[in-house]
């Protein structure tokens, strides 16, 4: 089983940077993809960045402000979105996801809110 738990979120003021960070566990078999989403109220779940090795995929609304990595540990692997130049409608509840096809697994989420 694998479990995915995100960390990092938070309020940030227009501009500022937040560094998301997810940690992979469990049957942690290489994943053929993992990825960002973000969910913000009223609207559907949207790719934000996304590794499908060796292929980086973003989000128009999030190039050159946004960069996604990977760090496989002995035991766990770690995912991480690091955000600058934020903007208000960057605010919504950030999802970690990790694919073995055909499986999927998404973390519990977590909030960022840019605000002045």
């Known amino acids: 089983q694998v479990q995915l738990v995100e960390s990092g979120g938070g309020l940030v003021q227009p501009g500022g940077s937040l560094r998301l960070s997810c940690a992979a566990s469990g049957s942690i078999f290489s994943f053929d993809a993992m990825g960002w989403y973000r969910q913000a109220p009223g609207k559907q779940r949207e790719l934000v960045a996304i590794?499908?090795?060796?292929?980086?995929?973003?989000a128009d609304s999030v190039k050159g402000r946004f960069t996604i990595s990977r760090d496989n540990a002995k035991n766990t692997v770690y995912l991480y979105l690091q955000m600058n130049s934020l903007k208000a409608e960057d605010t919504a509840v950030y999802y970690c996801y990790a694919r073995r096809a055909p499986y999927t697994w998404w973390g519990q989420g977590t909030q960022v809110t840019v605000s002045s």
């Open positions: 590794i499908t090795n060796p292929i980086i995929k973003y």
